[in-house]
């Protein structure tokens, strides 16, 4: 069993930048893909990243809200992934999950709250 746990997650002004984390546990983990999904309240699970076909994010893919402003990256020795937030909004405001496949499964993470003042 793969344990995932976020962190990063907080109280940021609009124009502002936050990192998620996504760490995995067990030390014969490979991480090959991480896509990370967003929650705001009273809303359906929203995509927000994937990090596509690549196992270095490459090919990374972003939904159209956050283009040009989110950006997936990776520490394999750390086993931990990353969502690069920045120029945030209020309308990024939600609980951020990832949801990474590795070599032992696919799993998703607890959740960080984000929230993102005007």
């Known amino acids: 069993q793969v344990q995932l746990v976020e962190s990063g997650g907080g109280l940021v002004q609009a124009g502002g930048s936050l990192r998620l984390s996504c760490a995995a546990s067990g030390g014969s983990t490979t991480i090959f893909g991480q896509v990370w999904y967003r929650q705001a309240p009273g809303k359906e699970r929203e995509f927000v990243a994937t990090s596509g076909g690549s196992t270095d994010d490459s090919t990374a893919d972003y939904n159209d809200p956050v283009k040009g402003r989110f950006t997936l990256s990776r520490d394999n020795t750390k086993k931990t992934v990353y969502l690069q937030m920045n120029s945030l909004k209020p309308d990024d405001t939600g609980v951020y999950y990832c949801?990474?496949?590795?070599?032992?499964?696919?799993?998703w993470g607890q959740g960080t709250q984000v929230t993102v003042s005007s």
């Open positions: 949801y990474v496949q590795t070599n032992r499964g696919s799993y």
